[in-house]
């Protein structure tokens, strides 16, 4: 009972931290799409975390940002699964461990979403130019590509917590 109590603290805690510091995350998903969208697409990034931009070289040589906006970053879609996981772990009657194993791959899943977004984003952008870059790996191939991760967070949460479930 005290280690169930205890995660779900933690694990409260967390949920709070992710709501107070969504600035913070975004900065952080700048940086790390700056090294992506660098080895990956090949060409110059720069990052501005505490305004999350992201900036990189266009097929013009000049600089073209983009920034994470609370809309765009991965933050808020693992507060509903850091939210189950407390009620999982709270309403269980033995403490297991499969419920953290679960919110360890989905969040995994998500950011690695919105990487491969802002790459497609970054790569459609420096293919088409800006105009038909930007609502091509935004609006179309971008959603398409969040709707997939979304998914495959869920069906993973699902069945890894199931698992515990089940034992």
Not at 20 to 39: F, N, P
Not at 94 to 101: A, D, K
Not at 102 to 111: G, P
């Amino acid at each position: 009972m005290a280690v169930r109590v205890g995660l779900s603290g933690v694990l409260g805690a967390l949920l709070l931290a992710v709501l107070l510091i969504d600035d913070r995350m975004r900065g952080w998903e700048a940086v790390l799409a700056s090294h992506v969208v660098a080895l990956v697409a090949r060409t110059e990034t720069a990052v501005n975390s505490v305004m999350a931009i992201m900036s990189f070289n266009g097929e013009t040589g000049d600089a073209i940002g983009l920034r994470i906006s609370p809309e765009c970053t991965s933050g808020f879609l693992i507060v509903p699964l850091l939210g189950v996981t407390i009620l999982i772990l709270w309403l269980s009657r033995r403490t297991s461990l499969w419920p953290l194993v679960a919110l360890a791959v989905a969040v995994v899943v998500l950011f690695a979403t919105n990487q491969v977004r802002i790459l497609a984003l970054v790569v459609l952008i420096k293919g088409l130019g800006f105009d038909p870059g930007y609502y091509w790996g935004h609006t179309m191939v971008g959603s398409v590509i969040s709707v997939f991760g979304i998914g495959a967070a869920l069906v993973a949460y699902v069945l890894l917590t199931m698992r515990g479930v089940r034992r």
